[in-house]
Nanobody, 123 residues
Framework: QVQLVESGGGLVQAGGSLRLSCAAS????????MGWFRQAPGKEREVVAA???????YVADSVRDRFTISRDNSRNTLYLQMNSLKPEDTARYFC?????????????????WGQGTQVTVSS
């Protein structure tokens, strides 16, 4: 059974930075694609970034040049470095694991989810 635990969220001023982490339990982390999603109140969950087992990455246009996704397979951990944060980045951020090596942008393509971590950006 896979468990995903996010950490690193918090309250930050606009222009600030945060680094989210997602620790994964279970085996074969290195061959699974991972993704970061976010959901603001009243909005649908949306993809932020994703990374394949081969380290190919996807970053949403809304956060490109500000957010970076990475993974450390030796630690079974996924990261999201968020710089130049904006109030519109305020949301609950979730990590997700896909039982295949290639990333997809649809939330439905992921098999396991964490509980999320709240990110609040003040203006």
């Amino acid at each position: 059974q896979v468990q995903l635990v996010e950490s690193g969220g918090g309250l930050v001023q606009a222009g600030g930075s945060l680094r989210l982490s997602c620790a994964a339990s279970g085996n074969f982390f290195s061959i699974k694609a991972m993704g970061w999603f976010r959901q603001a109140p009243g909005k649908e969950r949306e993809v932020v970034a994703a990374i394949s087992s081969g380290l190919q990455t996807y970053v949403a246009d809304s956060v490109r040049d500000r957010f970076t996704i990475s993974r450390d397979n030796s630690r079974n951990t996924l990261y999201l470095q968020m710089n130049s944060l904006k109030p519109e980045d305020t949301a609950r951020y979730f990590c997700a694991l896909r039982n295949m090596g290639n990333w997809v942008v649809s939330a439905g393509g992921y098999d396991y989810w964490g509980q999320g971590t709240q990110v609040t950006v003040s203006s």
